[in-house]
């Protein structure tokens, strides 16, 4: 079972990484993260209604909440993975990541994997927005999966963590 009060922070401090503040999107995260903490298995279906519990509230067309783009999306100077392979790459990421906590016993350093998992899946970028704010939610419950705690990332501290991009 995991700490109400770690996850508030984690999920404050991930809005925060993205300038979010508000107290509604607060609790849609919260939503998002005891949605997917349902499941022992990620799937396609799974980590899409996730991702529209996250983004209910935030300003950006109705369609584009839970599902992945169909456009070409830039991040911090960089193009994402075409749209048209974005439904192959998360097929073949969801089940990484099913694997991994499905086996998560046989690897020596399995925080180096879910965070390589969390890596892969940003440079993927799936969605039109929320990418990172789903991502640190899916890296947690990942860590969960494999008996590991919350991982808090903190938001003034977030060039550290971008350079897990490098």
Same mark, same amino acid.
């Given at each position: 079972?995991?700490?109400?009060?770690?996850?508030?922070?984690?999920?404050?401090?991930?809005? &925060?990484? #993205?300038?979010?503040?508000?107290?509604?999107?607060?609790?849609? &995260?919260?939503?998002?993260?005891?949605?997917?903490?349902?499941?022992?298995?990620?799937?396609?279906?799974?980590?899409?209604?996730?991702?529209?519990?996250?983004?209910?509230?935030?300003?950006?067309?109705?369609?584009?909440?839970?599902?992945?783009?169909?456009?070409?999306?830039?991040?911090?100077?960089? #193009?994402?993975?075409?749209?048209?392979?974005?439904?192959?790459?998360?097929?073949?990421?969801?089940?990484?990541?099913?694997?991994?906590?499905?086996?998560?016993?046989?690897?020596?350093?399995? #925080?180096?994997?879910?965070? #390589?998992?969390?890596?892969?899946?940003?440079?993927?970028?799936?969605?039109?927005?929320?990418?990172?704010?789903?991502?640190?939610?899916?890296?947690?419950?990942?860590?969960?999966?494999?008996?590991?705690?919350?991982?808090?990332?903190?938001? =003034?501290?977030?060039?550290?963590?971008? =350079?897990?991009?490098?």
């Amino acid at each position: 079972m995991t700490n109400t009060k770690t996850v508030l922070e984690c999920l404050r401090e991930s809005n &925060a990484i #993205e300038d979010v503040f508000d107290n509604q999107s607060l609790h849609d &995260a919260m939503r998002a993260w005891e949605h997917l903490n349902k499941f022992k298995k990620l799937s396609k279906k799974i980590l899409n209604e996730t991702h529209g519990i996250l983004m209910k509230s935030q300003p950006m067309e109705k369609e584009w909440k839970g599902n992945f783009r169909q456009c070409p999306v830039w991040i911090g100077g960089r #193009e994402g993975k075409p749209w048209y392979v974005v439904p192959e790459l998360m097929h073949d990421w969801i089940m990484r990541i099913n694997h991994h906590i499905l086996n998560k016993s046989i690897f020596k350093d399995i #925080e180096a994997i879910i965070k #390589e998992d969390h890596v892969i899946a940003e440079v993927i970028h799936p969605y039109i927005d929320g990418n990172g704010r789903i991502f640190r939610i899916a890296l947690n419950w990942q860590r969960i999966q494999c008996g590991l705690p919350i991982l808090v990332i903190l938001a =003034k501290e977030r060039q550290k963590y971008y =350079k897990w991009f490098e």
